[in-house]
Every structure is written in structure tokens, then in C-alpha cells.
């Protein structure tokens, strides 16, 4: 069986285009923003919400001292009195599980990796690109102003970051985190999707 795939990327890296087609050729399904509308319907709560806390660690400095000394799996609370951070990371670890389990997909970031360490076959990629690279995607899909782009690219990845590093107690950084990372200053998205569907293949067993 082809594996599942989970891809953390850089802002401005292509990794969630990489995962879009990667998804498409290997006719699997694809989870990346779906995922929100999918908490929120699980919940009960707001999309809208869940939206404005996705990829973001909680914001509370005294929650995240009192939960930084042990992983988040550990935390004791119920649902209903944690941040709407830790609701989201919570329903969506429980959404990319059954989806995990259901067969072969592609996910996009939210710690997927972390999430499915015990699955039994998982494809971990980490897509990243130059400064100057991701810098010039941004302004291209216009995320941001150009004068303002660099800051935004970085204040992008800190987000991603502080979000893995808090949820995993991992580093987001970290290379033995992953099984593949692709540079696509070198590699077009269709040639880093190529790559990644010979992995693929290579793993279905």
C-alpha cells in the first residue's frame, strides 16, 4: 500500500502546490485548509474561528510555561477549557488519525508528521527554497506587499515553527524529523512531485 504522506514546508516553499499535485497523480486524497472546515464541523464551533487559530500555537504565554514541561499528549484538561488553539489541534490530531487509517493521502503541515509517529507507513517530506526564492513566490501569489514581503516570509516560518515546536516538543527544523527534503530553488514543483511519487512507489508495499 502507498504510504501516507505528511509535508511541513516553508512559507513561500510550493509545498502546498507539491502536495496538491502529488495528491492528484497518486489519485489520493489531499488535506490541507479542508481539515479546519472539518474540525469546525466536528465541533460545532466556527469555521471562521478555527480558521484564524490554525498553525498557531496558543497565544497564551502562562498556558504554554505551565504545558512546556511535558508533551502535549500528557495535558490533563478538558477539551472545552483549553485555548481555541489547543481545541483545533486536538479534533484536527483525531481528524488526520482516521484519515491516516483510512489509506493513503497527502497532508499538509499541522504537525501530521508528529501526529502519525506510530503509523506504520508514512512518507515524512520537508519542502523548503531559498530566501530570495520564497520572497519572489509570495509577491507573485500575492500574500503580502512587496516591501514587506521578506518580514512576511519570516514571520511565516516562526509561526509554523513555534507551532511545531509547541504541539511536538520536537524542533520544526530538525532534519531526523523527516524521511525526504526537497529544495525547490533547485527543483521545479513538478519535478519535486516526480521525486516524491518514485518515493512513493518505492515504499508500496
Known amino acids: 500500500m502507498l504510504p501516507v504522506i505528511t509535508i511541513s ?39 471562521e474561528v478555527f480558521a484564524n487559530a490554525d498553525e498557531k500555537a496558543t497565544s497564551s504565554l502562562l498556558y504554554s510555561m505551565v504545558m ?17 488553539n489547543d481545541k483545533l489541534f486536538i479534533i484536527q490530531s483525531d481528524i488526520i488519525k482516521k484519515a491516516a487509517a483510512d489509506g493513503p493521502c497527502v497532508i499538509i503541515g499541522r504537525c501530521a508528521d508528529y501526529i502519525l509517529r506510530e503509523h506504520e507507513n508514512c512518507l515524512n517530506v520537508f519542502v523548503h527554497a531559498s530566501k530570495e526564492e520564497r520572497v519572489r513566490r509570495s509577491i507573485a501569489k500575492k500574500d503580502c506587499e512587496e516591501r514587506k514581503a521578506s518580514d512576511f516570509v ?19 527544523d530538525d532534519l531526523q524529523n523527516y524521511d525526504i527534503t526537497l529544495d525547490t530553488s533547485r527543483f521545479t514543483v513538478d519535478e519535486a512531485v516526480d521525486i516524491l511519487m518514485d518515493a512513493a512507489k518505492r515504499l508500496d508495499r
Open 68 to 84: 512546556g514541561s511535558y508533551s502535549f499528549g500528557a495535558r490533563v484538561p478538558g477539551i472545552n477549557e483549553m485555548p481555541i
Open 154 to 172: 519570516t514571520k511565516k516560518d516562526k509561526q509554523r515553527a513555534n507551532y511545531y515546536n509547541f504541539y511536538s516538543n520536537k524542533r520544526w
Open 9 to 47: 514546508r516553508q512559507f513561500g516553499s510550493g509545498g502546498h502546490e507539491v502536495g496538491e499535485k502529488l495528491a492528484r497523480q497518486l489519485d489520493v486524497p489531499f488535506y490541507d485548509k479542508a481539515l479546519i472546515a472539518m474540525a469546525a464541523k466536528q465541533s460545532g464551533l466556527s469555521e
